[in-house]
């Protein structure tokens, strides 16, 4: 009796008093990143993240007269065939990764990944051309919370491939799409309080991450304004981009182009994102962290050797 008690009260998972519950409640504040960024890997996510910033903002600081602002016509085709390239060497730095500190994707990771990017794809045209609504955000959002910056990233990109490919929204705009849902979901991977001993569980995490989900899912719209509206003709000049201009001045009329043409969209999109985060994220959160338990991904693989044939049966167990 004695040795059962001192069982029960040292914790044992199958004793009651909750110690089941205190056992998983510990295993969720610690997260488990599916893919670990080690320094290559970061360092590549950080060269394509710059020169996709400078995809963005170049024509806000060309001169009227340069090569550029010449050839304006040309250069999301520049940066269409450029971005894939560079996505491709960032997924290729993540998946070989090696040594103790930092981990590639295995086949755990990689079909945990297939799974999410089907299901935001899925998630995208429900609510395509409808007042901007977008439920996928939200998914990519609880995913890179709970899966980890690394992970994040690659899941934005490739759920934004895919989506493409099933809505048939393939063009020069689509690897900025991917390049601005992996910053989305990336940067939710990179929000504190994500495990440890100060882990942010329960509703605080929920208003953090429905916060984190309006303002992502805005600036994904106002992101992806920024990167059609120089190259737009036909607009008039109060919110049009004029070449050569003051940053300021051209900033002016790029917010007014905004709230003229897709503040509708943007608004909409990301009060949907904080609802979904608000009302789903608790059991969503909950799923992905038991599956990243269950999956093991820090777990080293070992494998043993052949056995002895010389070894008789069941000598192991003699011992």
């Not at 409640?25 to 997260?31: G, L, M």
């Not at 429905?210 to 994904?220: I, R």
């Not at 120089?230 to 905004?258: H, K, Q």
Request: charged residues 15%.
């Amino acid at each position: 009796m004695t040795g059962r008690r001192g069982g029960r009260a040292a914790g044992h998972p199958t004793g009651p008093g909750g110690t089941g519950r205190a056992d998983a409640a510990r295993a969720d504040a610690v997260r488990v990143d599916a893919v670990r960024l080690g320094p290559r890997s970061a360092a590549a996510v950080a060269l394509v993240s710059l020169v996709g910033v400078v995809a963005f903002g170049w024509p806000l600081l060309a001169g009227a007269n340069s090569g550029l602002a010449e050839h304006s016509a040309d250069a999301p085709w520049l940066f269409a065939l450029l971005l894939p390239l560079l996505l491709a060497v960032v997924l290729a730095q993540i998946s070989e990764g090696r040594g103790d500190a930092t981990r590639g994707m295995d086949a755990k990771a990689v079909a945990m990944l297939g799974v999410l990017a089907a299901a935001g794809a899925a998630l995208r045209p429900v609510g395509a051309g409808v007042a901007g609504l977008e439920p996928m955000f939200f998914l990519m959002v609880l995913a890179g919370r709970a899966l980890g910056a690394g992970f994040g990233f690659v899941l934005g990109a490739v759920t934004m491939f895919a989506s493409a490919l099933l809505t048939g929204g393939v063009g020069p705009w689509m690897p900025f799409q991917m390049l601005c849902m992996g910053w989305v979901s990336m940067g939710a991977g990179l929000l504190p309080g994500a495990g440890g001993r100060r882990a942010l569980r329960g509703r605080p995490e929920l208003l953090l991450l429905a916060g984190y989900g309006a303002v992502s899912a805005a600036g994904y719209g106002i992101l992806m304004n920024l990167q059609g509206w120089p190259y737009l003709a036909g607009l008039s000049s109060s919110i049009s981009f004029v070449p050569g201009d003051p940053l300021a001045d051209n900033l002016t009329r790029f917010a007014a182009y905004v709230l003229a043409t897709s503040l509708g969209w943007d608004v909409p999109r990301a009060a949907l994102t904080a609802v979904l985060c608000l009302v789903l994220g608790r059991p969503v959160l909950l799923a992905l962290r038991r599956a990243t338990r269950r999956a093991a991904f820090a777990a080293p693989v070992a494998f043993a050797g052949p056995a002895d044939p010389t070894e008789p049966e069941g000598s192991g167990k003699s011992g």
